[in-house]
């Protein structure tokens, strides 16, 4: 097999453990802390989860191993999309189950939660788990966005854990397939299954933390790539000096991406989707927002710029999510076929027109043609309009276009607005993890492991002080229940984990907003460059600026 230089140094990497993981396995004890209680709706959390509800967080420290010896088989997936750093998590795993005891196994099940379901796996070795250390993908195993979330499907699982008598399973995923990790670990419990559920946190979007989870892993490596790239757009933004570039990066349902990559870079304008939503933004205001950086950097002679813009920024804008709803019943079931009868766009565009109040057809006509049409084009299976498909960064670049030409007709807006549009989120959900994402991916399996061992059921693998060295990190375990909130999902009460949106009064976004208006005016561009693996720690080590303000 051919491979690059830096895929074979990274194989020769060895990932910082937490300090207490760090002096082998027959040295590692815990120590429990409290009972915990679920953040909110206490009660309703603890009828739904009798048997997991309630337990004591973990930590672990230097000590003897008191837990019991038997030999384990583990079983793991990959659940949802690509995370820098997924394969240390499975390297982690394997490497602590060997060394407590070589007859160990770890089986990986294929394409995420359906291989467990389909019961399609591999077992690992040492020459395969040596193929994918420090390594980025999910390919070792791959992934997938079934959802295990129904009874029929947990007494599959059981039978397949039966069959190969595997004892734990660990689910490395985001807030969903880990709220389901919980769900199942109760499942199992309540039917004395005899098998532990473990949950790892993983998503490049940021949204899985809380007071527990510090983030999640894969976020430092994703927006230090972002960053990477918006830096060296900027670069040449402030050399060519003649486009605004427009560039949306991924986080469907929170901005945590966009505001560390606008922490890191400091680029002219970075929409916030949760301070859209606070504010009841509407498109006309935010465009009217970019539109102000563009006029007075044009009065100062630049007309050139940055503006981040977060995948999911549409749907937080209260008038298109009446808009989008509007559209969906416009098309609810057969009407969509008479729709789609219709010869022309003008015939479509006047069906449209008669079918949406007077509100959502004033949004509507403000949108590029081709915008428009995606609205109506690109339906997912339930005939609902498809979001994420939406290509934010050119309605906004285009509803600026619009604002300016009416300020040049005006009078008052004199410059040159050219636009260049990007998109960044699968570049940078595969990269080589940053010697952070190794690290923490690597301590994520180890501990949890640990987790296991001592014979723990239903807890999220903890890693917490991560914007000390390594050596500082502490290891641990949380009851995932004591992460459980109820939300309205798709028409019922469902016990989830919390999903973590930007806090306006959280301190990243402060400082964004003391800073955005000097870095909207004049040139304040940071260039991050690449992420460096080798080489001081202050260069290779440190995370992201999110975290180190957050525990500042
Ligand atoms: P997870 O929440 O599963 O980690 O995935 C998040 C994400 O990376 C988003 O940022 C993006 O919108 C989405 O996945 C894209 O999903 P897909 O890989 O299915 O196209």
Not at 195 to 215: A, F
Not at 289 to 307: E, P, T, W
Not at 351 to 368: D, Q
Request: some cysteine; proline content about 3%.
């Amino acid at each position: 097999m051919n491979i690059s230089s830096l895929q074979k140094a990274r194989y020769e990497y060895t990932p910082k453990l937490p300090g207490m993981l760090r002096n082998g396995i027959s040295e590692i004890c815990v120590k429990e802390g409290g009972a915990t209680q679920s953040v909110a709706d206490q009660e309703k959390i603890q009828a739904l989860f009798p048997n997991t509800y309630g337990k004591s967080e973990i930590t672990f420290q230097k000590g003897e191993n008191t837990s019991e010896a038997r030999t384990h088989k583990v079983g793991v997936i990959l659940s949802g999309g690509q995370a820098p750093g997924g394969h240390n998590v499975i390297c982690g795993l394997y490497d602590a189950l060997k060394a407590t005891n070589k007859e160990n196994e770890l089986y990986g099940f294929k394409g995420g939660p359906s291989g467990l379901l389909e019961d399609d796996y591999v077992i690992f070795d040492d020459a395969f788990i040596d193929e994918y250390r420090n390594t980025g993908g999910f390919d070792i195993i791959g992934s997938g966005r079934t959802k295990l979330e129904t009874s029929e499907q947990f007494a599959v699982v059981a039978e397949v854990c039966k069959k190969h008598g595997i004892t734990a399973v660990v689910i490395i995923g985001g807030d969903d397939s880990n709220t389901n990790a919980g769900v199942l670990a109760e499942y199992f419990a309540a039917n004395n299954t005899g098998v532990q559920v473990i949950g790892c946190p993983k998503t490049i979007d940021g949204d899985l933390k809380n007071e527990d989870i510090e983030c999640s892993f894969g976020f430092d490596t994703a927006t230090k790539t972002y960053s990477e790239i918006i830096g060296n757009i900027q670069r040449d933004a402030n050399s060519a000096k003649k486009y605004w570039h427009f560039v949306k990066v991924m986080g469907r349902s929170a901005s945590h991406v966009a505001l560390e990559c606008a922490l890191k870079t400091q680029p002219n304008i970075c929409l916030v989707s949760e301070e859209v939503a606070e504010k009841k933004m509407s498109l006309s205001q935010i465009a009217d927002y970019i539109a102000d950086s563009v006029a007075k950097r044009a009065a100062k002679g630049m007309n050139f710029g940055v503006a981040i813009i977060p995948e999911g920024v549409v749907e937080f804008v209260p008038e298109f999510s009446v808009l989008i709803h509007e559209i969906n019943e416009l098309l609810a079931g057969s009407k969509a076929d008479a729709f789609n009868a219709l010869p022309t766009w003008a015939d479509k565009y006047a069906f449209i027109e008669k079918g949406l109040t007077k509100e959502s057809m004033e949004v509507f006509a403000i949108l590029p043609e081709a915008i428009q049409q995606q609205l109506f084009l690109e339906r997912d299976p339930h005939g609902n309009v498809q979001v994420s498909l939406i290509e934010s960064e050119k309605l906004f670049s285009a509803l600026v276009k619009d604002k300016l030409d009416a300020r040049k007709a005006e009078g008052t807006y004199t410059g040159k607005f050219g636009a260049l549009h990007h998109f960044l989120g699968y570049e940078g959900r595969c990269a080589f993890p940053s010697n952070f994402d190794a690290d923490y991916c690597y301590s994520l399996g180890y501990n949890a492991f640990m987790l296991i061992q001592y014979g723990y059921n239903g807890y999220l693998s903890k890693v917490s002080n991560l914007s000390a060295p390594a050596n500082e990190w502490v290891a641990g375990g949380m009851p995932i229940t004591k992460m459980m909130n109820i939300e309205r999902r798709h028409g019922e009460d469902k016990p989830v984990i919390k999903k973590a949106l930007v806090e306006l009064d959280g301190a990243p976004f402060k400082y964004f907003e003391a800073h955005r208006d000097e870095w909207a005016e004049n040139t304040c561009f940071v260039y991050p460059g690449a992420i460096q693996y080798y080489g001081p720690a202050e260069v290779c080590d440190i995370t992201t600026v999110t975290l180190a303000l957050e525990q500042a």
